[in-house]
């Protein structure tokens, strides 16, 4: 999709399946602005939290909404398009990583309304020279005509030892069954969703990652993509 100038290439898939690393090392690449739109379910999920919104049943998805629309969020690349993320102004970076903060963030993601009013806040990062936009629907709904569409998965097993790796990393203990349930749980949610389900688009390229190195992705990556921006006549 060309807005602004700026050339759009999204990336797709489960979580876990390191789309985040991936999406951050091709901006650096390309020199591209990056989307963290999970961040930005996730900045939703924590905020209803903190408004007590969880704390009334049923959830009032309106309430939800307007909360999304005057969201008063920062992300603040450092030059390795690490993103320092605030939430009005505190830094959240490390909280809304949890899987407490990833379990609100299905929650407030399947709400129509939500997605509606966080439509025009994830297009507004399509900026010159360009972005790497990734989610669940960035190929599919938010940037339906991006020249370069990717999505990228792996076997659940791989995926839950991944994060479980990565948990540990941030000093925090996870035990390899609970996550591998919870992220089986929380694709289910993704996928079966009414409301902009993750699936890859028709015309994305794909890649199961489950065996593959990050390096060898990040070149089947770039690969394809400069081939996609020159037929395209882009680059
Ligand atoms: O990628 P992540 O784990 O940070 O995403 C958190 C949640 O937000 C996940 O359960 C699905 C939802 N999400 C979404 O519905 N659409 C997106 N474009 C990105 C994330």
Redesign the pocket.
């Known amino acids: 999709m060309m807005m602004k100038n700026s050339v759009v290439i999204t990336i797709d898939g489960p979580?876990g399946s390191g789309?985040?690393t991936l999406a951050a090392k091709l901006a650096v690449h390309y020199g591209f602005h990056l989307l963290?739109?999970?961040?930005l379910?996730?900045l939703l999920g924590l905020a209803a939290e903190q408004a007590g919104l969880f704390a009334q049943t049923p959830l009032d998805t309106h309430a939800v909404a307007e909360l999304a629309r005057g969201l008063d969020i920062e992300f603040i690349p450092d030059e390795q398009q690490r993103l320092s993320i605030r939430l009005n102004g505190q830094d959240v970076g490390d909280t809304i990583r949890t899987e407490a903060v990833?379990a609100l963030?299905?929650k407030v993601?399947v709400i129509p309304e939500v997605r509606e009013a966080l439509l025009c806040r994830q297009r507004d990062f399509a900026q010159a020279p360009g972005l790497i936009a990734d989610?669940?629907?960035?190929g599919t709904v938010?940037f339906m005509d991006a020249p370069v569409k990717i999505y990228l998965t792996a076997s659940a097993e791989a995926r839950a030892t991944r994060r479980v790796r990565q948990l540990q990393g941030m000093g925090i203990n996870a035990s390899m069954d609970d996550i591998l349930s919870d992220l089986v749980a929380?694709d289910r949610?993704?996928m079966e969703r009414t409301i902009?389900p993750l699936k890859p688009a028709d015309d994305a390229y794909q890649i199961d990652s489950s065996a593959i190195g990050i390096d060898d992705v990040l070149s089947m990556m770039i690969e394809y993509t400069d081939r996609q921006l020159e037929q395209a006549q882009i680059s």
């Open positions: 979580s789309k985040g963290d739109s999970g961040a379910y996730r990833g963030a299905s993601a989610g669940r629907d960035m938010v929380r949610r993704d902009a």
